[in-house]
């Protein structure tokens, strides 16, 4: 209650001309959201984007328009943006932009410029979402604190660069060695705020799909998704993805500060996991880490209208690495499902297209919803699993259209 009020306050301060309550919402943004969400949110352009759906901007978190995910590549310049701190490094800082490798579980520091990465290390390509721990925050019910997001705080891209194993071996990892630490050229305003760091379990660093990613989708980063250098983690939260990644260190212990210990946390053994980040689990929860099986329809948009003859339904399902098996689709708010069509596999970590046609259709209102599952015979949710920070929202999307 206090929150709306708070959120409608900023709303006023922050733009001007805000759809009134009784206004028609954008369709842009489910109806499930906080009213004061709804209200605040804007269409922005960022420097080399389309628009996004801004939710704040000091720090910078900007979402992807759900018809995005009409096609399971997510562009470039449609990429979502998120920031903990609104220190964002500027080209500027990152113009003599080394990364250095060292720790207490190092065998030496090393430090290495681009020129290093390009030519002493092999180049691997993967193709991986990256999604936010709180995508789809905004549609838990009751409504939890943390930023709003709708559905779009996810995208999917080609990324290319070097292994992360090979880069500690130019150092080399102690046997003693529990997590890797990672550092990032961005940090806070005011010094009371800690840096953002995340950390990795030694066993996750060596798997040859964890990258250092120089280039998304055929293209260097883009600069608010993490130039020059990010880290690739697929099948894990956004949250390891670390951007501008300038420091790692091979460390005998667990990495202790508020984005470790405080958040990014659920309720031990809620959500499953193939690989436990055993060294940073304490007696009530687990850190997050592995993604649940989800899926979004990206057209048609909630509210439209669509002609008797029918439609065709067109979104992305993904889970944590286990790869799509089905996706089922239902007209007719969940009485009767069908299997979609599954578009061509991109690998395990990436989005999977699907479309099904509907078929001609009684004028009214038509319920549509979409449900994946994964090989592992993993279902998204039929009951929300509440988690505090309202983490791994993965309820079946439904949304209403109009057949005139
Ligand atoms: N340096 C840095 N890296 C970061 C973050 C950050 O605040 N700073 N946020 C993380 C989180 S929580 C997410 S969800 C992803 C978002 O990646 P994107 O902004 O490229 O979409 O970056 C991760 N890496
Ligand atoms: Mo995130």
Redesign the pocket.
């Known amino acids: 209650m206090h929150r709306r009020a708070i959120l409608a306050g900023l709303g006023a301060v922050a733009a001007s001309g805000t759809a009134s309550r009784a206004a028609p919402k954008p369709n842009w943004m489910s109806p499930a959201l906080p009213e004061g969400t709804r209200d605040v949110a804007t269409m922005v352009r960022l420097p080399g984007k389309q628009p996004l759906i801004q939710l704040t901007d000091r ?1 910078p978190n900007y979402e992807t328009p759900i018809d995005a995910f009409g096609n399971a590549i997510t562009p470039n310049d449609r ?7 609104a220190g964002v490094p500027t080209m500027e800082d990152l113009k003599n932009w080394s990364l250095t490798v060292g720790g207490d579980a190092a065998g030496r520091s090393v430090r290495l410029t681009m020129a290093d990465l390009k030519k002493d290390f092999a180049q691997v390509e993967i193709t991986a979402v ?4 709180g995508n789809r925050r905004g549609l838990f019910d009751p409504h939890v604190p943390g930023v709003e997001w709708g559905y779009g ?1 996810m ?1 999917n891209a080609v990324w290319r660069g070097v292994r992360l194993k090979d880069v500690l071996a130019k150092a080399g990892v102690k046997a003693d060695a529990l997590e890797i630490w990672l550092g ?3 940090g806070p305003v005011m010094q009371a705020t800690p840096a ?1 760091r995340k950390s990795l379990p030694v066993a996750l660093a060596q798997r040859n799909d964890v990258l250092i990613a120089l280039a998304m989708n055929g293209q260097p980063l883009p600069h ?3 130039f020059p250098a ?1 880290l690739i983690v697929p099948g894990w ?3 390891y ?4 990644l300038t420091s790692i260190e091979v460390s005998t212990k667990p990495l202790p500060n508020f984005w470790t210990q405080k958040a990014y946390r659920v309720p031990a053994g809620m959500f499953p996991v193939d690989l436990p980040f055993t060294s940073q689990n304490d007696s009530t929860t687990w850190p997050i880490t592995e993604m649940v099986v989800n899926s979004v329809i990206a057209a048609p948009m909630d509210g439209a209208k669509v002609p008797r003859s029918g439609f065709t339904l067109r979104g992305v399902a993904w889970d944590r690495g286990h790869g799509i098996k089905t996706v089922e689709v239902s007209f007719d708010g969940g009485t009767t499902w069908k299997p979609a069509v599954l578009d061509r596999d991109l690998g395990q970590y990436a989005f999977r297209g699907f479309s099904l046609s509907s078929g001609a259709l009684p004028p009214g209102p038509c319920v549509v919803s979409a449900r994946a599952v994964s090989n592992k015979g993993e279902m998204q949710a039929t009951t929300l699993l509440r988690n505090p920070a309202g983490y791994h929202h993965n309820l079946p999307q439904t949304l209403t259209v109009t057949v005139a």
């Open positions: 720090p990429f979502f943006v998120r920031y903990h701190l990256c999604q936010c721990s705080a995208g990032g050229a961005d953002f608010l998704n993490g990010r939260t956004g949250t993805w670390m951007k501008h």
